[in-house]
């Protein structure tokens, strides 16, 4: 059975995901194998910042958000996309549930404490593929100002270095959720690779699941595709260069 540590949507849709290479194979995170690059040579995705040329205080509608989501191409030919949600975003535990580590406890509750316009979105790149374990990537936008985005994404990574093992309690058994977060340096202002494995009970094996925080000015672009780490590297990047150019005007 699911138990509490499945309790949030953002957990939901990483838990239900089924695409992908769940195994590192000696990837550094960041979308390259080692030194020698990614796999096949190509290029780690990448996207520009705004930082010393846009307004820091500029901050955006759910509205302006929702329309620079990416389209559904983006993330395959013939993807589906499905609603669009807006709303205030006013909470995120993401990528597990982490009410057990007090060491995680004020990182956590003043990262619950911020707000902000947002906008989501769900794409299938499968359109065919209906199951709960088919291929997804989830976008989510938040508009704040810049500095308020950036302590975000410093909280995130105090966050992760408090409680990189968290033991959670569920209906069926205890379970170990494990917690990585890597640095990624050319997507957008600051991003980071966070990376989540759940090991124990009946139905976790381990597998990597993974999501991409990152800052374009004082725009929060969080992406996850499962247990697909490039497509969720490939997504962020696509995402990150639509909203500065779109948002603020990049080239």
């Known amino acids: ?8 949507a953002a957990v ?5 995901a089924g695409c992908g290479n769940g195994e590192d194979g000696g990837n550094d995170g960041s979308g390259q194998r080692g030194e020698g690059g990614s796999e096949g040579g190509s290029r780690r ?10 307004d820091p205080a500029k901050v955006f509608t759910g509205a302006e958000l929702g329309a620079v989501l990416l389209p559904p191409e983006a993330v395959g030919k013939g993807a589906k996309a499905l609603e669009i949600y807006r709303g205030l975003f006013d909470q995120h535990s993401g990528g597990g549930d982490w009410s057990t580590c007090a060491a995680g406890r004020d990182a956590r509750g003043e990262l619950w404490r911020m707000q902000g316009a947002s906008a989501e979105r ?3 790149p499968d359109p065919a ?3 709960e374990d088919a291929p997804f990537v989830h976008e989510r936008l938040v508009s704040m100002p810049a500095a308020r985005a950036g302590r975000y994404l410093e909280l995130r990574r105090e966050l992760h270095e408090a409680c990189g093992r968290v033991t959670v309690d569920t209906d069926g058994a205890p379970v170990e959720q ?13 991003a980071v690779l966070e990376t989540t494995r759940t090991t124990g009970g009946d ?34 990047a696509q995402a990150a260069q639509r909203v500065g150019k779109d948002l603020y005007g990049a080239s």
């Open 1 to 8: 059975m699911r138990g509490r540590a499945t309790g949030c």
């Open 12 to 16: 939901l849709l990483m838990l239900l």
């Open 45 to 54: 995705p990448s996207a520009s910042g705004v930082d010393g040329t846009a």
């Open 122 to 124: 769900t794409f299938r």
């Open 129 to 131: 593929a209906t199951g």
């Open 178 to 190: 494990h917690h990585e977060i890597r640095p990624l340096p050319d997507l957008g202002d600051e």
């Open 203 to 236: 139905e976790y094996d381990g597998s990597a699941h993974y999501e991409v925080e990152l800052r374009v000015g004082g725009v929060l672009v969080i992406v996850g595709a499962g247990t697909d780490r490039d497509l969720t590297l490939s997504s962020a």
